[in-house]
């Protein structure tokens, strides 16, 4: 039983359509394309602290499957850099940080992290 089991806690996620207000897949895709994916501040504070205990990597692997970011070979080890914000890691606390937007992003949040489970 997950904590959104509650009928008063339920929300209703709306349709992702440009007739509901939403982007049109142009404009989404130019949106979602100056999204950083690369040299992260999570990323560079993981890879700071490997370099720091003399692990050596690489990164952004194009040879493996999903690209990690950071790759150990000597380990045969792929790392995967993700925001836990966006996928809606201890979300009660988390999601008093969004200002902006919150009848789009709460319900899209929340639909990611439970569709997950």
């Not at 440009?18 to 950083?36: P, W």
């Not at 008093?96 to 489970?117: D, G, H, T």
Request: glycine fraction near 4%; charged fraction near 35%; aromatic fraction near 14%.
């Amino acid at each position: 039983m997950t904590d959104y089991d509650k009928e008063d806690d339920k929300i209703i996620v709306p349709r992702f359509e440009e007739s509901a207000g939403f982007y049109t897949l142009k404009q989404r895709s130019y949106n979602m394309s100056s999204i950083k994916g690369k040299n992260s501040k999570p990323e560079m504070l993981l890879r700071k602290a490997l370099w720091s205990k003399n692990i050596r990597f690489r990164l952004h692997d194009k040879s493996l499957p999903g690209r990690p970011d950071i790759v150990i070979k000597k380990y045969k080890l792929a790392i995967f850099v993700d925001a836990e914000f966006w996928h809606g890691f201890d979300w009660k606390t988390n999601r008093e940080r969004i200002k902006s937007n919150r009848l789009f992003w709460i319900p899209k949040i929340v639909s990611v992290r439970f569709s997950q489970n």
